[in-house]
């Protein structure tokens, strides 16, 4: 326990969790958690000085790879905690597709336990819908929660079994927690690398079409109504799928849905300039602008809950392959908030308190998290946002192992320039520190 009191001064507070945008409250954390300012008595007064910053909860991406147990040159617990702190993000949920691929309650306890070691950020497991993913047996979703995942996936795989995903969703009614599916007919899209026709066409890179995604969305929203279970849509990216969705909430199916910074800002018109660069190969690809614009029109139309970065880190060696034999992904913790900022509150799109729910309150609410924001009590996690700054994105500053990305060269606008977790300072000015957290809980 330490007496030091943090006083984060004269930023714009901006609280989702509460739906509070006040221009400059104080902020006031003592022992990992916010007080009142009358009631902060510490031996010592650390003073944060926000003038000109966005002060936000908790930020969450609900949609990350980490690698760990298995694949550790691409990305460890560690590095990729050390990602999220340095792109402003408290809490990440990390998906299963390790190896082995994380299916039991033992193996959610071991990413637990490494996260904690890191002493960074909150790391949450999404343990697999199905035994190493394989889409044969449902794996123990019961046990898994218990050992604290909070979401089920076999991302990077569908389940391609509509009996095994109406059995998981109906699971999902009394376990409380999201079946994430991975929206993929793999009939339609196995041998594709990139959007079919326009730039992959002239390329001659091999194309996966918009309804290898959408048949599957589609699928699962009539699953939903079926069980009345919690579907989560991971990386929504074609215009259909927009509209499966669309029809699910107007229903009131427990139905949500995430869009990445990727979907947001690019287009297949990337692979015209980065060519044969894999750095554009993700899955679900960059699509045509039309979808794009579905896309964010979905974001404002509230069809779109979260926002995540799918970060997916790869070794540079993998990245090098041809095109089509590439490892699908992109690196994606340290420009979320900048994605945030540049595809939906730099237009004018959203609002910010509207914008930064789709990183706090939106996931939370999915992954049925419950936290309250900046209440006196409540665990201690901001991300102080300078949102004016415009920075050029240089992967090789990265903190993750993953340089992988699109973005590389662009100008953004808005970056995270202070990360706290359980009241204690994780990033200061891009520097991830070491001191590490007394605890996590
Ligand atoms: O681009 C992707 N990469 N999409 C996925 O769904 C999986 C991910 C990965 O694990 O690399």
Redesign the pocket.
Known sequence: MSDTVIRIKGGRVIDPYRGVDSHQEDIWIQDGRFVAGEDARGRETVALDAEGLWVVPRLVDMHV?F?EPGQTWKETIRSGSQAAAHGGVAVVAA?P?TTPVIDTPELVEWVRRKGHEARLVRVLPIGAVTLASQGEDLADLYRMQEAGAVGFSD???PVTSSRLMRAALSYSTTLNAPIIN?A?DRSLADGGAAHEGGPAGRLGIPGIPEAAESAMVWRDVLLAGLTGGRLHV??VSALESVEAIRYAKQRGYQVTAEATPHHLLLTDEALNAWQYNTVT????PLRPDASRQALLKAVRDGLIDVLAS?H???HADEKQRPYPDA????SGLETIVAGLITALVEPGLLAPLDAFKLMTSGPDRVLGLGYRGMVPGEQADVALIDPQQQWTVEPGKFYSLGKNTPFQGMMMTGKAVATIVDGRVVMQDGEVLHAGLSSLS
């Open positions: 790879h690698r998906m597709n991302d990077g795989r991975h993929e991971a990386h190969k993700v899955n679900p799918d997916a880190p790869h490892p699908f992904g992109i």
